[in-house]
Structure formats: structure tokens, C-alpha cells
């Protein structure tokens, strides 16, 4: 492989993205199994622990990174002029939040909120975390879910710490499970907080990984057509 080699190509993460995708796959029967054994009431209570000062406040400053902290996160790469990380990013979060607001306006449905308080009269059995505004419609799927799972499907693919590492698949793996834990934690914030149902931020997880993977696979099959294009080289010839 020459030096003309994409950036893409030199520090791409297989064993991270296998490891990520799987923890998806099992989430997603897990998620769908839940769904289809109970109620919405009841699973969204049962999902909702005990609140505490500490997991309030965790989670109502964790879930707001997809309003902010991620976006920033995806121009960084911009300063060490690796571009092409910042237009995976961008092209992903773009896909993503086209069909998240298509399907929003499409069905508008009631936030958890707005849904007791419709069945039940009120949502006093809903635990709120002060300081937090709660919306009352466009439910369904969560944007900040989808921004969460396509963030990091793009980034254990594309920014792997383990290029040169002694034990390179087992940091692999850790490197995917953690980014699964990151994504993981910001869709469970979006029902700790009841801005989202679980099959909210089921189907918001599904559209952000699938956007970033849509993107991976057309951003890489622009390089390899690059790559097959481009005249090869004296140098290169004699290499």
C-alpha cells in the first residue's frame, strides 16, 4: 500500500467496529423483546431507578453533549487538517437528523409527559430532574439518541488509540465497548430524564448507526475509486 493510501484506510478499526456493531445487534433484541412483552407505562417506569442528586445531574449534563459537546468534538479533527473525519462526521449527523425530523413531523407523537398525563390525568409518578424543560411532542425516534450512536459508530472506526498497541484486537475490543457504553449512556439519559420512551431511543440508535455506516461505506468506496484512478508513480513503480 502506497503513501497515496487514504487516511481512512491506515486507521480504520475492524475488530473496534465488530465489537461495537454486536453490542448493538444484542441491545436492539434485548430492546425489541422488551417492547414486546410490556406495556409503555410499565416499562418506562421500570427503566426509571431511584433518582439521586449525583445520577440527576450526570445525566441532565451527559444527554445535553448532543446538543453541543459532540458537534464540537466533530470540527476538532479540523485543526490537524484530517478533514476527511469532519466530513464523516458531518455527512453522518446530516443523514441522521433528515430522517430523525421526517419521522418527528411525519408522527407527532406525545413525550412521556404528555402521555401520562393523558392516560392517568397527571404525570406525578414520573421522577423529573429539576432544571431539566420537558417537551410534550415530537417523541419519537430521539434525535439526541441518534446523534449519540452515530457519533461514535463514525468514531471506533475511524479514530482507533491502538494502531501500534503490543495487544492490538484485545484494545480493539476494550476501544469498541467503550464507545458502545459512551452511545449506550447518552440513549439511557434520554429516558432517565422522560424526554424519551425506550422505543424512542430504540429506533433513534438504529438511524444513527445505520447512518454512520452508510457513510463509512461511501466514503471508503470514493477512496478506493481515488486510489484505482490514480496514475501510479515512478517512484512508487520502482517500490
Known amino acids: 500500500m502506497n ?17 461495537f456493531l454486536t453490542c448493538c445487534v ?19 417506569l421500570a427503566l426509571q431507578p431511584q433518582h439521586t442528586p449525583f445520577s440527576d445531574t450526570f445525566f441532565r449534563y451527559y444527554s445535553s ?9 466533530m470540527l476538532l479533527p479540523l485543526a490537524f487538517k484530517q478533514w476527511r473525519l469532519t466530513i464523516s462526521y458531518a455527512i453522518t449527523e446530516g443523514i441522521s437528523a ?31 430532574v429539576e432544571g431539566v424543560r420537558i417537551n410534550a411532542w415530537h417523541s419519537f425516534p430521539s434525535g439526541h439518541t441518534a446523534t449519540f ?3 461514535f459508530t463514525i468514531t471506533v472506526f475511524l479514530l482507533c488509540p491502538t494502531q501500534h498497541a503490543k495487544h492490538k484486537n484485545l484494545f480493539e475490543i476494550i476501544w469498541g465497548l467503550s ?30 448507526t445505520l447512518s454512520a455506516l452508510f457513510t463509512l461505506f461511501l466514503i471508503r468506496n470514493i477512496s478506493t475509486k481515488k486510489l484505482q484512478n490514480k496514475p501510479i508513480s515512478t517512484q512508487d513503480k520502482e517500490g
Open 3 to 19: 503513501k497515496h493510501t487514504s487516511h481512512i484506510a491506515h486507521h480504520a478499526c475492524n475488530s473496534s467496529l465488530l465489537t
Open 149 to 151: 450512536f452515530a457519533f
Open 98 to 128: 433528515l430522517i430523525v425530523q421526517i419521522i418527528k413531523h411525519s408522527w407527532n407523537m406525545p413525550r412521556p409527559v404528555t402521555w401520562f398525563t393523558e392516560q392517568y390525568g397527571n404525570a406525578d409518578m414520573l421522577q423529573l
Open 26 to 44: 444484542l441491545l436492539w433484541i434485548a430492546e425489541g423483546y422488551l417492547l414486546l412483552s410490556y406495556p409503555t407505562d410499565y416499562l418506562h
Open 179 to 208: 464507545c458502545f457504553i459512551l452511545a449506550l449512556t447518552g440513549g439511557y439519559s434520554r429516558i432517565y430524564l422522560s424526554q424519551h420512551f425506550l422505543l424512542d431511543v430504540f429506533v433513534g440508535s438504529v438511524i444513527g
Open 65 to 73: 453533549f448532543a446538543e453541543w459537546l459532540l458537534y464540537l468534538f
